[in-house]
């Protein structure tokens, strides 16, 4: 019985049940950015302090804080579009490199910005899910996740000399 409830939690997801869940996300993050603008920025306080032990927590937080409206617009679209091709690929999976992503950008933030800053933004969390659909293609060995790849890093791909 495990094993038949293993293979359902790693069944792909429904379009349209992916489309739901990303959508709550984006809209999430126009609310918390909504009330950031209303406190004068008060939120972004909570972000990632730069060699600050306590701040280590806030790795989980700082993928939903933005500076403003320009940078919230500039990472929903490839949050929604990466989002959602990682949900249909199934919801354990989707959980997995979320929280993959979360962690390895936000402790690469950490430890790597300079003294004193304080970083937030979706970004690291887009590039994780961008490395994610870019690598899931050539270890599935799976014809239809190769071509995803290869249209994802045609389309993306550009972002990544951005770094």
Not at 14 to 38: N, T, Y
Not at 48 to 76: C, E, G, K, M, R
Not at 100 to 126: C, F, Q, Y
Not at 135 to 151: E, M, P, S
Request: hydrophobic share 60%; no cysteine.
């Amino acid at each position: 019985m495990s094993s038949s409830l293993a293979v359902r939690s790693n069944a792909p997801v429904a379009p349209r049940q992916a489309a739901i869940v990303v959508g709550i996300g984006v809209a999430l993050l126009w609310l918390i950015e909504l009330v950031d603008q209303i406190t004068r920025g008060s939120l972004d306080a909570l972000g990632i302090h730069s060699w600050q032990v306590w701040s280590l927590p806030s790795i989980f937080l700082a993928p939903w804080l933005h500076a403003d409206w320009a940078h919230l617009s500039a990472n929903t679209l490839p949050f929604a579009v990466l989002g959602f091709l990682v949900m249909i690929g199934g919801a354990v999976r989707a959980v997995l490199s979320t929280l993959w992503s979360v962690v390895v950008s936000g402790l690469s933030a950490w430890l790597l910005s300079a003294p004193n800053t304080i970083t937030i933004g979706a970004s690291g969390l887009i590039f994780g899910w961008l490395t994610y659909l870019l690598t899931r293609g050539l270890f599935a060995r799976n014809g239809k996740q190769i071509l995803l790849a290869v249209v994802i890093f045609v389309v993306y791909g550009g972002i990544l000399w951005g770094v």
